[in-house]
T-cell receptor, first 114, second 111 residues
């Protein structure tokens, strides 16, 4: 039973470029959440997708956008990259509105902006 | 905005010592989770506490949820080098299952 998988594992971009990160949820899960973890800090919630719609959003600019596909996989897009976007981007999957069921995290994509 | 503050940020102890990590907020959460994260990996859930005053034990780890559901603590007894890692607390809000994470406590246990 595959867990949450993210690709790529590492990525290097330059300022102003655009990037797309991908996430496949754990089998049986229908909800995908994205988090940004800056070096030495805890993860910060970006947004959550269910039924191909953004359901909740954290305090991130609209340069951050996402998409969920019918097979529940998801993409995170970041436009006009800034140096401060350098971070580990984590994807977590779960079942919608099952608060007491754990979210499962992938190992993340390490994004470096030069 | 709900915020969670963890303390201490860093902890370096000798094998066999005890330690406590604190997670505090001014907001009430429906539940609180503790995660451990290893370098290069995603956070892995250790425990979820739901009821105010709840205490859960996981081998040498003891987790407590405050009576008002605003704070929590993690106590490790007789720490071992294998306990080394980043410990994160995360509050689960009342709307959906969005997690609000604390800043983390980086623990190093020296043999």
């Amino acid at each position: 039973d595959a867990g949450v998988t993210q690709s790529p594992t590492h990525l290097i971009k330059t300022r102003g470029q655009q990037v797309t990160l991908r996430c496949s949820p754990k089998s049986g899960h229908d909800t995908v959440s994205w988090y940004q973890q800056a070096l030495g800090q805890g993860p910060q919630f970006i947004f959550q997708y269910y039924e191909e719609e953004e359901r909740q959003r954290g305090n991130f600019p609209d340069r951050f956008s996402g998409h969920q596909f019918p097979n529940y996989s998801s993409e995170l897009n970041v436009n006009a990259l800034l140096l401060g976007d350098s971070a580990l981007y984590l994807c977590a999957s779960s079942l919608w509105q099952t608060v007491r069921k754990p979210q499962h995290f992938g190992d993340g994509t390490r994004l470096s902006i030069l | 905005t709900q915020l969670l503050e963890q303390s201490p940020q860093f902890l370096s102890i000798q094998e066999g010592e005890n330690l406590t990590v604190y997670c505090n907020s001014s907001s009430v959460f429906s539940s609180l989770q503790w995660y451990r994260q290893e370098p290069g990996e995603g956070p892995v859930l250790l425990v979820t506490v739901v009821t105010g005053g709840e205490v859960k034990k996981l081998k040498r780890l003891t987790f407590q949820f405050g009576d008002a559901r605003k704070d929590s603590s993690l106590h490790i007894t007789a720490a071992q080098p294998g306990d080394t890692g980043l410990y994160l607390c995360a509050g689960v809000g009342n709307a959906g299952n969005m997690l609000t994470f604390g800043g983390g406590t980086r623990l190093m246990v020296k043999p």
